[in-house]
């Protein structure tokens, strides 16, 4: 029979921090280790050290936050992770948050993100994951080209997060894969890249009804185009429906 417990073990931070710097922090820590502590203002957390495909190690919060925080004040992606108000907010207001012994070994991270063809570096003490490092590489990565995925989200349950008293629960991503939304994980872990968003120009208050649709390759629609023209078939017949003449 095989009993697996767990260890507990005792460090500075400052140790930690003279480790790294020495090359010799795998000695202390080593990946899927936990460290609890608790924020100033009283809420308990705990990170999970990693590694990404690099051999680069990370320190990730096993559940959100309790304070939920919108990524803009506007549905927006505007700038990409360089210009929205989640960065600024991490690094100030949240990283306030930290005891003092963490904020004075936190070095700055690089992130790299190429927008409309650019690239756009930041260096960052906090940040979110982007999608490369929560899923592995996919067609988006080209947009993220320093990133490989951590370890701790190789499998689909390990990306599953709680936040308070909501249970389960989704949680942003730096990435931005279309025009006006950054990605999520879902509840259950899997990708979301971004939401629907429906936009009436002049709304005075009027109905406003909206149709959402999938397909499946073997029902049919087995392209992107196949797609398409059934939305336009029908939108088209939303617009002008069958009408029966009499005689009846």
């Known amino acids: 029979m095989e009993i697996i417990t767990k260890a507990t073990k005792q460090a500075t931070w400052e140790e930690l921090k003279a480790a790294a710097e020495a090359g010799t922090i795998d000695t202390l820590i ?34 959100c936050l309790e304070d939920e925080h919108s990524m803009n004040d506007t549905w927006s992606n505007a700038g990409g992770w360089a210009a929205c108000k989640m960065r600024a907010h991490l690094n100030t207001t949240v990283f306030a948050l930290f005891p003092d012994d963490i904020q004075a070994v936190i070095a700055p991270t690089k992130i790299v993100q190429i927008l409309n063809g650019k690239r756009v570096e930041t260096k960052d003490k906090l940040f979110l994951f982007s999608r490369t490092q929560a899923f592995g590489k996919g067609s988006y990565s080209a947009r993220e080209p320093e990133d490989t995925q951590l370890n701790c989200f190789r499998r689909e349950k390990d990306r599953v997060k709680e936040c308070g008293e909501h249970g389960t629960w989704i949680w942003w991503l730096r990435s931005a894969s279309n025009n006006y939304a950054f990605d999520i994980v879902n509840s259950n872990g899997s990708g979301n890249n971004g939401h629907v968003v429906g936009v009436v120009e002049n709304y005075k208050g009027q109905r406003y009804t909206y149709y959402f649709g999938s397909s499946w390759s073997k029902s049919g629609a087995r392209t992107m185009a196949d797609w398409k023209e059934r939305i336009a078939w029908t939108l088209q017949s939303l617009r002008q429906p069958l009408k029966v003449v009499g005689p009846y």
Not at 45 to 62: C, I, W
């Open 30 to 63: 080593q990946d899927d280790d936990i460290i609890p502590f608790t924020l100033k203002s009283g809420e308990k957390v705990a990170v999970r050290v990693t590694h990404d495909e690099t051999g680069k190690m990370f320190f990730v919060f096993e559940d």
